[in-house]
């Protein structure tokens, strides 16, 4: 995440959510459930050209060590400090992971990253925001490279898709009446309070890729969204030529 994203009047913001406390995850086994098949998703988007990955809002991470034993140097940045701080205690020393301060992410240099995952994080972003950060993006792509912008919330989406993909990995994984708890926590909760005042923002499939389009990429979207929510939407885009 960036620190353009949208605040409210009282001085919160999406920032300071994802940094502190939050129940949005319902125990330790949805977490690294969630992770896990992120892994699998990324793992099978990347190809063996790969070499550096930028994880762009990069949350928790649990899926960069994984990429990592794939050879690829991973790359994460979020601009709240609190999660860059519990990156920092949880991959020092882990070889091929490196996370990176906001310094560090200024000097990224350009054409040196191959993948950019922008995974579940336009939605906190306003559309000027996101706008802003594209050329960026575009700058810092290697001549092969892609960028992957993941879990884009459609317009009139509701939370019905949401409670779906918690639901599922919860019948897979045994903690049902944990998550039914959860979602009566996450209805009390910050959470709904901020995506009620601010909004989160959606974008219509051939409007993401006509943005993607006037940033100087040429973008599709997948058949299946990263993660496991599958009302939401994942598109791929190259530098165009």
Excluded at 13 to 22: D, K, L, M, N, Q
Aim: net charge positive; glycine share 10%; aromatic share 8%.
């Amino acid at each position: 995440m960036t620190s353009a994203l949208t605040k409210d009047p009282s001085g919160g913001s999406w920032t300071a959510f994802w940094g502190g406390p939050h129940r949005i995850y319902v125990n330790e086994v949805h977490l690294r459930a969630h992770y896990a098949e992120i892994a699998r998703d990324v793992a099978a988007l990347v190809g063996r050209e790969t070499r550096v990955l930028l994880d762009f809002g990069c949350g928790d991470a649990l899926a960069a060590p994984e990429i990592a034993g794939l050879g690829i140097d991973v790359l994460l940045y979020d601009a709240a400090g609190p999660v860059r701080d519990r990156l920092a205690k949880r991959f020092t020393g882990t070889p091929g992971i490196r996370v990176l301060a906001p310094a560090e992410w200024d000097a990224l240099r350009s054409g040196t990253v191959d993948v950019i995952l922008v995974n579940s994080v336009v939605q906190y972003l306003t559309r000027e925001a996101l706008a802003g950060l594209l050329p960026r993006f575009r700058a810092l792509l290697s001549v092969r490279g892609c960028l992957v912008v993941a879990d884009v919330i459609p317009p009139g989406a509701s939370l019905i898709g949401d409670i779906a993909a918690l639901l599922r990995p919860a019948l897979r994984h045994g903690f049902l009446m944990v998550a039914l708890r959860g979602l009566v926590a996450t209805y009390f909760s910050d959470y709904r309070r901020l995506r009620s005042e601010l909004g989160l923002t959606s974008y219509r499939a051939d409007e993401m890729v006509a943005l993607l389009g006037r940033h100087g990429f040429a973008a599709s979207r997948l058949v299946k969204n990263i993660g496991f929510n599958r009302s939401r939407m994942t598109f791929v885009a190259t530098v165009a030529r």
